[in-house]
């Protein structure tokens, strides 16, 4: 980085550009929709939410009716395995190359967006988008790149999503990345400075999403501060007194918050790309690996330490399930290598009050609690062999769902909708508590990803809306 800043044929703003690129961030070329499109109904929420209340998304294209909106241009995934999959996959490619070709959606340029968004449970929650470099990101148990996934990726969720990526022309981004910045020195001082920024939107999100802002950056100044602020959080110096860990341990700089699925496989479809650049000549081939858009993903940035970003718990729902034989199973099954102590309840009141009764004074034990249309429970594993109560859980759901091919499992944000699911026949839900994003880089660098969906940023609705797009076609 000092040959960089001592380079005196670089401008100031190339300095900057090409500090960004020695921590795998470039500036997108944003496209966002034309001055005369509705934004209510242009910006919907992140496909991989809702996905087992298709009721949902019947009402957001009520509300979307016959008007532009990035619902045309995404496939919920409530709708993965339809067997219409590929008639919507073809739609959607037609439907980007329509809003390319009749103006809907309008070039900004090359730039940084300031967002902040307001949701019914927080007054801001402050991010920022930019593009990373997939060449710094792996997401294979044990990576040590300075882009990594938070959570175990299912590589079998993998195919249906490259697939979608194979022929689209533009991609629309809910990744959300995680930066861990406790002085506050990347996203925070852009709040101040939004007097001098051009406003590309402000609008209310549909279906309870809450208010969103948009700034743009394009003043040299802004970008020269975004990328010395970076830069420092990845010195060598700075991250191993940060974390008190030796130099086996390789930077992170970027975590994924969500999106993990969507950031995944932006990657396969990058290395499919690239197998097929093989019989460039060398100069071409060096060209396009460095400059194919398909190289890198937009995402949006957050810092843990906003006040306006809370980790919530991921829950878990069975369904087709007989709630006896789960139950059996998940006894004999823990009792292998631990005491279980099994608690019937009659009200929800009751069991989720003992949870915090159970957590209290039983420390070290996992309390997973469940309900079912016949059972409240709880699940207590005094002497757990994982760090996590949802990697306890997780073990046992995945042997479970392996020898139960007819049972169906889905992950859901809100304790209320696990209830609702929970209460219905042949369905159980599992309750599961939250952890503390405080701690989520630190252990992440030392023990690895954790289990999959082992938290969320937020509730379901406070979830990415997709707005932004931004062309992946060379």
């Not at 959570?151 to 993998?158: A, D, F, N, Q």
């Not at 219905?424 to 990803?449: A, Q």
Request: glycine letters at 4%.
């Amino acid at each position: 980085m000092d040959a960089i800043n001592n380079d005196k044929n670089l401008s100031f703003h190339d300095t900057s550009l090409k500090l960004l690129e020695t921590v795998g961030v470039k500036m997108p070329e944003v496209l966002l929709p034309n001055k005369s499109i509705d934004m209510t109904k242009w910006a919907v929420i992140a496909c991989d939410q809702y996905t087992s209340q298709p009721e949902y998304w019947e009402q957001v294209q009520n509300i979307v009716g016959d008007n532009p909106s990035a619902l045309s241009l995404i496939l919920p995934e409530v709708y993965l395995e339809k067997p219409d999959v590929d008639e919507r996959i073809d739609n959607i490619n037609m439907n980007m190359q329509t809003y390319l070709d009749n103006g809907t959606l309008v070039s900004q340029n090359p730039c940084f967006i300031y967002v902040d968004r307001k949701t019914s449970h927080v007054p801001s929650r402050k991010g920022l988008i930019l593009l990373v470099d997939l060449e710094k990101y792996d997401y294979n148990e044990g990576s040590q790149t300075l882009i990594r996934a938070t959570e175990k990726t299912v590589i079998e969720r993998l195919p249906p999503r490259v697939k979608i990526r194979k022929n689209a022309l533009i991609e629309l981004p809910h990744i959300l990345l995680l930066i861990d910045d406790p002085k506050r020195t990347v996203i925070e001082p852009l709040a101040e400075k939004t007097d001098s920024m051009e406003k590309l939107y402000d609008f209310e999100l549909m279906m309870n999403g809450g208010h969103i802002k948009g700034y743009k950056i394009e003043d040299t100044e802004l970008i020269n501060s975004i990328a010395s602020a970076l830069c420092k959080l990845a010195q060598p110096e700075v991250f191993y007194k940060k974390y008190g860990v030796s130099k086996e341990k390789r930077i992170l700089l970027f975590a994924v918050g969500d999106g993990n699925h969507s950031l995944a496989s932006a990657k396969v479809h990058w290395e499919n790309i690239k197998a097929g650049l093989s019989h460039e000549s060398p100069e071409k081939l060096a060209e396009a690996l460095e400059n194919h858009p398909a190289r890198y993903a937009m995402a949006e940035v957050i810092n843990v330490h906003d006040e306006g970003l809370i980790f919530e718990p991921i829950h878990r729902v069975l369904f087709n399930v007989d709630c006896n034989d789960v139950i059996e199973n998940m006894k004999a099954f823990f009792s292998k290598y631990s005491p279980v102590d099994f608690k019937i309840y009659s009200s929800i009141n009751d069991m989720l009050g003992d949870e915090k009764r159970l957590r209290a004074s039983r420390a070290g034990a996992h309390i997973l609690p469940f309900i079912s249309k016949d059972f409240l429970g709880s699940m207590i594993i005094e002497k757990p062999i994982h760090n996590l109560d949802v990697a306890t859980l997780q073990e046992f759901l995945d042997k479970y769902l392996e020898q139960n091919k007819n049972v169906k499992i889905d992950y859901i944000h809100g304790d209320d909708i696990v209830t609702d699911l929970g209460l219905k026949e042949g369905n159980m839900g599992f309750y599961l508590p939250s952890i503390n994003k405080h701690e989520l880089f630190r252990t992440v660098i030392l023990d690895g990803t954790l289990p999959r969906k082992t938290f969320s940023m937020g509730e379901a609705e406070e979830k990415r809306y997709y707005i932004e797009c931004r062309k992946i076609k060379a």
